[in-house]
């Protein structure tokens, strides 16, 4: 039996969303500190399938972030 090789993503996965993207730059970078920890966020719920489920540390991370901001 001939293995397969595992599939590669597709070409336009890498940019997914490029055109929200370059709108969203602005927005991420008014999260200052907390961007870094949005980022992340974005990329688990990419690699996960929008499994959210699966990204809670980084959900929880976020929320921890933008509650000190408020203070």
């Known amino acids: 039996m001939e293995q397969t090789p595992p599939q590669a993503q597709p070409p336009q996965q ?3 969303h490029q055109s ?3 709108d969203d730059d602005e ?3 008014q999260l200052n500190e907390c961007s870094s920890l949005y980022l ?3 990329d688990c719920i990419v690699k996960s399938n929008r499994n959210w489920k699966s ?3 980084e959900v929880q991370a976020l929320k921890a972030c933008n509650e000190r901001r408020k203070k």
């Open 55 to 57: 990204c809670q540390m």
């Open 40 to 42: 992340s966020l974005q």
């Open 20 to 22: 929200d993207a370059d």
């Open 27 to 29: 927005n991420v970078k």
């Open 14 to 16: 890498a940019g997914l």
